[in-house]
């Protein structure tokens, strides 16, 4: 592999080994990989630093919803044991703190160009390279492209009109400023009660001078009942890191996680109360792991979300605030479960009003505020916590351009379609990391992004050692995975509620849940069979094709 320019209509191009584009979790580790191969590598990041989603989300109360000690690097000894997590459940100041630790440690930042986006990725078929063009203009080529763009990495606003003409604050979650923001004696409103929204309203409603909250679909929520870590119990998951993160590879969530074979309907009405009040004190996602077949059996799942929405009962003083944030219409855990601190709490406060939006819809933004077919709310802010357009959109939002013209966003307006998450039918030696098809969303993204990147690394090492130039999937392959994927999505009711997980958030999307479900662990032996019998699954060009091309 080399490090010479080549020449680029007008402009020099950067000749590299490898270019990555994004700098979360995935893009660092890749960064770190493949330049301790040896490669000459370029990242690439549209945000000014390092952290992805924890460098844009700096909203007030954002905060991980699996334990820091999963949610870390596991590729390195050095940082588990020099990193010491504070929080069982780490704030996004923590988390930026440890990325930029991760950062500073391994010298990352000196191959990552910041504040740049990539525009446009074009599979030069004659020379077997990627052409890359950023919004400076800039041309880099390299024969390797990974995406690491990210699964929640493209928000996006509310389909609400007028939301131009108001003139208040306002303010988007996942582009939250990096200056502090006063609540104080505001009237402050915010549409979106998904994970972001939970938090930031139990975060915000104390302080605010009013704040009404416009909800469209209530969330599930559980208590995430968070600790800070004692000293004693640092040391020894310092001691255990290898068996924990060897626990967590072979879990079907990439962490470790209370599991259970029971089924709900073997143990009796009372044993089943008793286990999911149990789990209810013990917070985090302990409830999901009560019982083997929550996603699975219908019945069993109501049960469950009637016992939530009982403790909805409990907790809302006023009957009909509580009636108005139970989920009803679809199976609790089918979108993701958000966990919280005082969030149904917060509804008791004089100064929370909850709109609900199902009974007394959205009309328009107004200059004002919020207008309601019941009236306008008046409002000095207003916060967007409207999700994104996720598993996709960032790779659907620029031209990658793979072999015969052919466009990802042409090729996935009817569906997101991969191998493995990992690769795509026609983009040769284009790699994603957490890509769509995968697990993504469903499993811990740093195991999968650690995966993902050390299974790239083993296919280039592949190639090297058999002189082999591209790579990439047979179309066969694909459409068995394709295939497998919809079977094993008709299996989990994680298919049955409208949300991101299937695109059903974004208008003309197309729907389906194109993640998979089979767990982190299958996934990873499917991974592992994929590159058995010599790459069987994949398409090569040898090196001397290029040559004599
Ligand atoms: P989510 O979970 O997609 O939530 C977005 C919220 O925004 C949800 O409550 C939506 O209600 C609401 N929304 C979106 N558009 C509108 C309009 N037009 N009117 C009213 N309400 C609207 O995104 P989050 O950022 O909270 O969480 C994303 C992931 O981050 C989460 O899954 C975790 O993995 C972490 P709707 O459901 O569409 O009725």
Known sequence: MNDTATAHAGAPAK????????????????????RE???????????????????????????????????????????????????????????????????????????????????RAVWDERRQLWQVTTDHGDVFEAPYCIMSTGPLSLPRDPDIAGLSRFKGELLRAAKWPHHPVAFAGKRVGIIGTGSTGIQIIQEIGPQCGELFVFQRT????????????????????????????????????????????????????????????????????????????????AEANEHVAEFVRGKIDEIVTDPAVAEALKPRGYPIFARRPCLDT??????????????????????????????????????????????????????MAFDVIGRDGLSINQLWKAGARSYLGLMIAGFPNLFMTTGPTGPAALANIIRISEHDVDWIAEAMRHMERNHLATMEPTAEAEERWMALVATLAQRT??????????????????????????????????????TEGNYRDFTFAPAEALATA
């Open 218 to 297: 209530p969330s599930f929520t559980m208590p995430m009942r968070n600790q800070t870590l004692g000293a004693d119990y640092v040391s020894e998951v310092k001691r255990n890191y290898a068996g924990i993160r060897e626990a967590a590879l072979n879990s079907a969530v990439g962490g470790v996680r209370p599991q259970s074979t029971r089924g709900f309907f073997t143990v009796t009405p009372s044993q089943r109360q008793e286990l999911l009040e149990a789990s209810w004190q013990q917070g985090g996602l302990a409830m999901l792991g009560t019982f083997a077949d929550l996603l699975t059996n």
């Open 342 to 395: 005082s969030y149904y709490e917060t509804y008791n406060l004089p100064n929370v009003h909850l709109k609900n939006c199902l009974t007394d819809k959205i009309v328009e933004i107004t200059e004002k505020g919020v207008r309601l077919e019941s009236g306008e709310v008046e409002l000095d802010m207003l916060i967007l916590a409207t999700g994104y357009d996720g598993l996709t959109g960032a790779l």
């Open 493 to 530: 009711l994680v298919s049955q509620a409208k949300t991101w997980y299937v695109g059903a958030n974004v208008a003309g999307k197309a729907q389906g849940l194109t993640l998979f479900t089979g767990g982190f662990q299958k996934y990873r032996e499917y991974c592992r069979a994929a």
């Open 15 to 34: 000749r590299l080994d490898v270019i990555i584009v994004g700098a979360g979790f995935g893009g660092m580790y890749a960064v770190y990989k493949f």
């Open 37 to 119: 191969m040896g490669l000459a590598i370029q990242g690439f990041e549209a945000g000014g630093d390092v952290g992805g989603v924890w460098y844009w989300n700096r909203y007030p109360g954002a905060r991980v919803d699996l334990p820091s000690i999963d949610y870390s690097f596991g590729f390195s000894r050095e940082i588990e044991q020099e990193w010491t997590w504070k929080e069982q459940f780490a704030a996004q100041p923590e988390l930026l703190e440890y990325i930029n630790f991760v950062a500073d440690r391994l010298d990352l930042r000196k191959h990552i160009q910041f504040n740049t986006r990539v525009t």
